[in-house]
């Protein structure tokens, strides 16, 4: 079973930055789009960003500025620079592969409060 591994998230005040990790095996590192979605509570899990293999970026119009995604490839590694975090940014936010199949990681809690 394939295994999206998980770091980072927490709890920030509005403004403040945090960066999520995923390392995933390396066939699927380098063969399936990699990126990171988020599920608010009551609301439908939706893209925050992707990266192809070719290094292709996607952003939802609501991080474009604020979230950068990136790899490592030494580490088969996407991260998620998420800065100025504002308060509708507060969800679970899950590393995702895609290609063949569709791979989600465990989720991890953002949240963002004054």
């Known amino acids: 079973q394939v295994q999206l591994v998980e770091s980072g998230g927490g709890s920030v005040q509005p403004g403040g930055s945090l960066r999520l990790s995923c390392t995933a095996p390396?066939?699927?590192?380098?063969?399936?789009?990699m990126g990171w979605y988020r599920e608010a509570a009551g609301e439908q899990r939706e893209l925050v960003a992707d990266s192809t293999k070719a290094g292709c970026t996607n952003y939802a119009n609501s991080v474009v500025g604020r979230f950068t995604i990136s790899k490592d490839n030494d580490k088969n590694t996407v991260e998620l620079q998420m800065n100025d975090l504002k308060l509708e940014d507060t969800a679970v936010y899950y590393c995702n592969a895609h290609y063949a199949y569709n791979y989600w990681g465990q989720g991890t809690q953002v949240t963002v409060s004054s």
């Open positions: 390396l066939d699927i590192f380098s063969l399936y789009v």
